[in-house]
């Protein structure tokens, strides 16, 4: 057996192995990170992490519709802002992702 023939396959285990290393890791600033789909679409997939940012990131969305919020969006809201500020960062989000749902639904429909 010659040294060629088994330098080969330890390349080949080699570098399956790194495909499945992890990326190179984001700043401690940055909180989002963009992956690419695995269908094929063009559009990038954006996940955001649970983070404070993120929180004031909704209630900017959710304000810019205008100060006459609907009740129940109102109240959504309140309570997320509420949560976020308490600490209980992912609480807060469920809540404001709800009321930007209702925000959209009722202003789309």
């Known amino acids: 057996m010659n040294m060629q023939s ?4 330890a390349i080949v285990v080699m570098s399956f192995c790194l495909c499945g290393a ?3 890791p984001a700043e401690q600033g940055d909180t989002t990170r963009v992956m690419a789909t695995r ?3 063009d559009k990038p997939v954006i996940i955001t992490s649970d983070t404070r940012a993120y929180c004031n990131r909704l209630l900017n969305i959710i304000d810019a519709y205008g100060p006459a919020l609907p009740q129940d969006v109102d ?3 309140m309570q997320g802002e509420g949560m976020c ?3 209980r960062i992912r ?3 469920i809540r404001l992702r ?3 749902v209702e ?6 429909s």
């Open 75 to 77: 109240s959504l809201r």
């Open 22 to 24: 992890s990326p190179v």
């Open 98 to 100: 709800r009321a930007l």
């Open 85 to 87: 500020r308490e600490g």
């Open 91 to 93: 609480s807060g989000i």
């Open 103 to 108: 925000l959209k639904e009722t202003t789309h």
């Open 39 to 41: 269908d094929g679409a």
């Open 6 to 9: 088994a330098v080969t396959p």
